[in-house]
């Protein structure tokens, strides 16, 4: 047998499951993509109405505004309902559905469900949602809400499996990125509609204006390349992230899956074999 090459019973159950993931942000997207890329095609994305993602270079929400989306040549393209995921799946497009509630797992039925909402908090996932669930980051306890939680927190558990307990509580500082935190973040100065004339990738000086929310400036605090910026022409709050500043200067970064996103989809896929195949 090519050593290279898995049974190929094992390669149809991989095909066979099916997975929910709710949120199709940064995070969410680097496990989508790792999934798919591991031979699991039958992958649907959940998010709200009006996705406020930074990092929306390499997030399958911005496949709700677009229609479609390809992020390191996976393509993701918006459906209107769970029905009209399988026709994507034969052509290994992930679909995204505008589902916050996951109603869509009465239907799917799904194998797995991954959270991958962060929002620091559980807002609906529950344990017998299906076979496997699991939580990325803080608001989940393993045993309880979910099988697993996955460690989110920069540092050296980050990406660790817990099949007890929680993650370490959001602190509200970024993780450093080129020996910056919070400097990082450009938030909003008010409440309103954020506008802007730059793009993701664009060099940045400390004291550049990012954008404006209600005739207010959005101000960068470090020289980097802005790595993330939130939709303009999107209603924001006050204290709202809205960008992040790469001190490290490469403009690459911001158009690939990021390091701490695939580690974290690994430990997904850790999980998900753990559950189906190693057993």
Known sequence: MDPNRLPISVSNRLSDISIIIRGAGDLATGTACR???????????????????????VSFCEAVYEGV???????SFKINGPGEADELWKDRVI????????????????????DAIMAKRNIGTRITDASLVIGLGPGFQAGKDVHYVIETNRGHNMGRLLDQGSASPDTGIPGEIGGKTS?????????????SDLAIGSFVNEGSVVGSVSD????????GVLRGLIRPGIRVTAGLKIGDVDPRSDPSFCFTISEKARAIAGTVIEAVLMKFINR
Not at 35 to 56: D, Q
Not at 184 to 189: A, F, G, I, K
Not at 216 to 223: E, G, P, R
Request: hydrophobic share 45%.
């Open 216 to 223: 207010k400036a959005a101000v960068a605090s470090l020289t």
């Open 69 to 75: 989306w390809m992020v390191e040549g996976v393509q």
């Open 35 to 57: 999934l798919h890329r591991s031979g699991f095609f039958r992958i649907l994305m959940t998010e709200v109405e009006r996705p406020l993602a930074v990092r929306r270079k």
């Open 95 to 114: 679909p995204v559905i505008v589902d916050p509630e996951n109603a869509s797992r009465r239907a799917l039925k799904p194998d797995i469900v991954v």
């Open 183 to 195: 400097q990082r973040v450009v938030r909003s100065p008010a409440d309103g509609i954020f506008n």
